[in-house]
């Protein structure tokens, strides 16, 4: 009968038996904090209890790998390394459709999925990063896999059904075998949160992982996260988007549709929806309808849950443009000195000119661009369109939307904004997006910190991301990603354009959430002066 | 047909048009963000759209109140104006029971509900603050209430059956009047939140509301807030904290009980709960279900509002202690200086050993005391018991929770939290915590910075809150509170004890919000070395 039951309660052992006495969950954000069991603010080995598993439910379409992957590059950005298992991916492995399967790394899979610049759209600059490292691929070959191998198997609405005994017992071992990596990702390399994304549709299904957790991890927060569409242009819209994912890619799309309704009504047949089951036994979840129209929690515990559920209830499908820019160059940067307060040089002040009448020309064209694709959109879609309309471009029916323009609330990114018509754009400064303050290093150039800090110097080049300035109020890139992420959360919660003028580390860390760099990308991220980045949502097929 | 209706796009005007254009609604932080229309990061006047008005929802004894205050302490403390408008005050005065009304104020009331250190607990060291200034009465006599005064109406259940034609119409006149109020805050008080704190159980009373609203104000974000309680031991135990409240008060409490309860029954058969009609005219809603166990969110929209929910979303009724001290007396501290990271004196060493002494030993009497408060409660409460206990109490059945040491990351702080045997103690260090920055003043001495920049020390006399040190990276006021509002979500959000060891603007940043503090008391705050803060949530009555 307990009201509110912690995992703290649930299990409390007396701090001299053999147990370990279970830690309490407080916020350990890197850089930030720090206490014996982690000393780098990370959630330590030790501290099993902190961490967070995420279990996805939902049936097909209905946007969990969008929710996934967005939520993981978020959590991974902030420092708490995060993966996705996804079900699906390890089921096509294991049918022998290995061509279509895109080597899984959460951030990465993200950014992609993400950021790649709608091709359709009025031409905008390109996007220059350096080369990313090949990521590991996650979902290695099981010996169930191995031996599904030999007789691959077709994807379609067959193999979904449970009468299937053959096709059922490989989707129950990639199940199974899934949560394993799960389950190594959290225990032994160090993971602070795992996702299994799955359809989970299923109460057997959701207490056999359940039991498993507990079986194997013991004491873990567990989240479920369930995402249900009762919106029909959504879903409608979601189907369509199957079409050119993995397991339709090239077939017939009428065909393939008709396919993949077969498919989800299967699922639909054995769905419980998360709920009364999941209330009645304390169990923490969240409960996304249309994608943040209507968001319901339950039993929310521990710091990185409540972060996770903070951030969920802040997105939207807007389409809108996101640009980052440095500010122009400063008289500072003319001496190469880094941090101060200086103004533009007479370079800087063009930049500020040319960066608005292009801005200017782009908000234009984008908006022409949007008019005739809403006036070309269909919903629901005609047959055969692959590229289904965002639901909220038609249902908006207005393209002319705020322009914001944030810069930093120094000098010389306030006066590269200042060519702005201030009738047209929704100018303002915030002190989250200043320079990160170099302690006592502030006006010296580099040159000059290697010569007289030599340690300090060669500190920063071993670990520039944790590397903090000395000095009090000395900044470190950990800091700066900690005083962004309010910044970040509006931009996913408004529907506005923004245009962000800011500095070096900034547009770093701005730029390492959109791309979900990788954590040795951020602090080296190519970012000169002068460079435009423009990010905008697109919708991508994702397996289901 | 719209899938996400802001309220921008329910009334875009042509900019050229006499009506003012909506501007977009982002964030706005004093002292963080700047623009032309807030130059100090408050909401302007001009910028109505970006207001919030709250509507509570809720039978009678479902911790309406207790909801208001807590989110109205906190938005007032994050520099928002906010104001509860509670019509159960003004039906008071009008209906004569004047001798029991309390001066509402916002912040003060909701300081004394959560403040008050528990009368019947171990003895706590008492808090010392300066005399607050004599709040506002926002309750001002209407016409209405005047009129109303001449023939005094007892509150007992007959008052609220909707055949009493009399008491119908001075209830309608009430809330009428009490919205009205509400309107002068916000459109010509600088009110950023206005929040109507009354049952508004009826669909009929909810439409009243909002279409006073668009006639009144216009366009302007909307946020109905229902509290339910389907746990009957939370109830139950509301239900018997009324009869010690103002219109129960020296009557006999079983009668009182009775009468409660009939009052509820004639709301509950008109109640119309936040649902269906809500979510078919995109109205954004909150609906919390006992305290937080699960909470319902629906289009949620506007900066404001995303900070209310995600408030809203993290707080709990666990019994716990909640300590705040500065660190001991340092080296810095003996030569006047301030700011820096210099060692503990003889004497800091020495705070920091009777502190861990003190703390061990209150920790030990309140743990007792808890277990013995357990042995005595009863659930459902034992009739004529005017202080039921927190529900949480009785079902927790385990007291023994873990107590978290949280230090900042200067040395001072660090080692004040030395002696603490950290098996038994969380410690943490937290950089959130650390020492407002002084810029270019570090390590000066108070008469150094009047001697040597007498215009930067008469502008700091002058408003202490909003000032900020000069040079990069320099602190005031308003960014210590920017950085420590994840602390203190934290702090809501936990159900752990915790000792705070900080520095002289902290803990006045940190007491400011536990005590509901008023712009003007916050830098001023008596916040001596050596003194240590205990603070206790505890439920009082308040009127429905």
Redesign the interface.
């Known amino acids: ?4 039951q ?1 995992p ?2 649930a299990l ?1 052992q007396n ?1 001299t038996s053999s147990t370990p006495r279970l ?5 350990d ?1 890197p ?6 069991v982690s000393p780098d603010g990370r959630i330590s080995e030790r501290d099993v209890g902190s961490k967070l598993i995420i279990i996805m439910v939902g049936l097909p379409a209905r946007g969990k790998s969008y929710i996934t992957k967005k939520l993981a590059r978020y959590l991974n950005w902030l420092q708490h390394d995060t993966k996705i298992f996804n079900v699906g991916e390890r089921r096509r492995l294991a049918t022998h459709h290995q061509d279509h399967i895109p080597n899984l790394n959460g951030a990465q899979v993200a950014a992609n999925a993400l950021l790649n610049t709608d091709q359709e759209g009025p031409p905008i600059p390109t996007l220059t990063l350096p080369e990313p490292a090949s990521p590991e691929p996650i979902a290695q070959h099981s010996k169930a896999a191995a031996d599904a191998e030999n007789d691959a198997m077709d994807q379609s609405a067959d193999f979904f059904d449970p009468n299937n005994k053959k096709a059922a017992q490989i989707r129950e071992q990639c199940a199974l075998d899934t949560l394993d990596d799960l389950f190594r990702f959290i225990l032994e390399e160090g993971g602070a949160v795992g996702i299994l994304d799955a359809t989970n549709s299923t109460l057997g299904r959701r207490k056999m992982i359940i039991d498993r957790i507990r079986e194997r991890i013991g004491h873990v927060n567990v989240l479920f996260i369930e995402s249900v569409c009762e ?1 029909k ?2 879903l409608e819209s979601n189907m369509r988007l199957k079409l050119s994912g993995p397991d339709y890619k090239d077939k017939d799309p009428h065909a393939s549709l008709e396919d993949f309704r077969k498919r989800v009504a299967i699922y639909a047949k054995n769905y419980v929806p998360i709920g009364e089951y999941e ?1 009645k036994h304390n169990m923490p979840y969240v409960k996304m309808v ?1 994608v943040g ?8 515990r521990g ?1 990185l849950s ?1 972060q996770a ?2 951030y969920l ?2 997105f ?3 389409p809108r443009q996101i640009w980052i820019t440095r500010h122009g160059e400063s008289m500072d940067n003319v001496a190469g000195k880094i ?3 200086s103004e533009l040089s007479p370079n800087g002040h063009c930049y500020g000119k040319a960066l608005t009448d292009f801005v200017t020309l782009k908000r234009q064209e984008w908006e022409l661009y949007q008019q005739a694709k809403a006036a070309h959109t269909h919903l629901p879609p005609h047959p055969g369109d692959h590229t289904p309309p965002n ?2 471009v038609e ?2 029916g ?1 393209s ?3 322009f ?1 323009v944030w810069t930093s ?1 120094l000098k010389r990114s306030i006066q590269t904004a200042e060519s702005f018509d ?3 754009y ?7 997006l200043d320079e990160l ?3 006592t290093m ?1 006006g010296m150039t580099y040159q000059e910190i290697q010569s007289q800090y030599a340690d300090e110097y060669a500190q920063r080049q071993k670990d520039k991301l944790a590397y903090r300035y000395p000095g ?4 470190g890139y950990l ?1 700066v990603i900690n ?1 962004v992420r ?2 970040i ?2 931009l996913e ?4 354009h923004c245009l962000l003028i800011t500095h070096r580390s900034v547009a770093r860390v701005l730029l390492a959430y959109f791309l979900g760099l990788r954590r040795d990308q951020v602090a080296d991220l190519y970012c000169p002066l002068g460079m435009l980045y423009s990010l905008e949502p697109v919708r991508k097929p994702m397996p289901h």
Chains 1, 2 share one sequence.
């Open positions: 009968m307990l009201l509110i912690t703290r309660n409390r701090s830690r309490p969950t407080t916020l954000i850089g930030l904090t720090k206490s014996k919106d242009h959504i209330e249309d129209r209507k968001v319901i929690s339950h039993q929310i710091f409540a559920v903070y209830l802040n939207n499908l807007a941090g101060g307060d639901p909220y249902l908006e207005d002319n939307r705020n914001c609330m201030d009738e047209e929704e100018l303002k400064q915030m002190r989250m303050y170099a302690g502030e009090q109020g000395g900044e800091d005083r309010p910044v959360v509006e919660r408004m529907t506005d």
